[in-house]
C-alpha cells in the first residue's frame, strides 16, 4: 500500500479517497458475499453515479413502494468500496444494489463467478474532468486545484481519486464479455430521461 498524501491513499496501482476508503473491505474483498442477484453500478468518480442510484432504487424498489422512502439513496446503493454509514452487507436483503469506483482489476473474485448484474457507466472525458474540477473545489477530502489546466494535469496522469480515466473504461471494456453487464453512457442516459 502507497501513501499517496493527505487526500489520496494508493492500494494495487489504483487512488482511493483516503478518508473514507474502508481499508478492510478493499483488502478482503475476494471474502465479500457476492449473491446472484446483486446488482452493480460501476463508473468512474464523477460520471452519473447518483443518477444512477436514484434510477434504479426507484426501479428495484418499485417507487418506494416497500417502506424505502425513508432511507438515504447512499444507503440503498452503498458504495462497495467506501461504506460510508458502515452497514452490515450480509443484512440487506435481495436484491443488494452496490455503487463502485473500482477498476476491473480490483473486482471481487466472487463478482467474476456470479450472475450478478453490473451497470458501467461511462461519461465524456471532457465533462467528467470539468465537473470533478468543481466537485473537488468544494469538497474537503479531495485536493482542490488552483486552476483547471492544472487539474488537467493531475486528471491526465491519474493522480486523482479514480486514477486514469482511460486505464478505467478500457479495463472494464476489455472485460465487457466475462460478466452480465452493461455499458451506458451518461449522454444516452440524459437522451432517455
Avoid at 47 to 68: C, D, K, M, P
Amino acid at each position: 500500500m502507497d501513501k499517496s498524501g493527505k487526500y489520496l491513499l494508493n492500494f494495487k496501482g489504483y487512488n482511493f479517497e483516503r478518508s473514507l476508503v474502508k481499508m478492510n473491505i478493499v483488502e478482503n474483498m475476494d471474502d465479500q458475499e457476492i449473491r446472484d442477484d446483486d446488482v452493480f453500478i460501476v463508473t468512474y468518480p464523477k460520471s452519473g453515479t447518483v443518477w444512477a442510484q436514484h434510477i434504479l432504487s426507484l426501479i428495484y424498489f418499485e417507487g418506494h413502494r416497500n417502506n424505502t422512502e425513508n432511507i438515504e439513496t447512499i444507503d440503498r446503493a452503498p458504495f462497495f468500496e467506501y461504506n460510508n454509514h458502515n452497514l452490515d452487507f450480509a443484512k440487506i436483503p435481495s436484491p443488494r444494489i452496490f455503487s463502485s469506483h473500482l477498476p476491473y482489476y480490483l473486482v471481487p473474485k466472487g463478482l467474476k463467478n456470479k450472475k450478478a448484474k453490473i451497470l458501467y457507466i461511462y461519461r465524456n472525458p471532457k465533462d467528467v474532468l470539468t465537473s470533478y474540477f468543481h466537485y473537488s473545489s468544494w469538497m474537503v477530502y479531495l485536493e482542490a486545484a488552483d486552476t483547471i489546466e492544472n487539474f488537467m494535469k493531475s486528471f491526465l496522469e491519474g493522480r486523482v481519486v479514480g486514477s486514469c480515466w482511460f486505464d478505467h473504461i478500457r479495463g472494464w471494456y476489455e472485460h465487457r464479455h466475462d460478466f452480465n453487464i452493461m455499458f451506458l453512457s451518461y449522454e444516452e442516459m440524459k437522451k432517455v430521461r
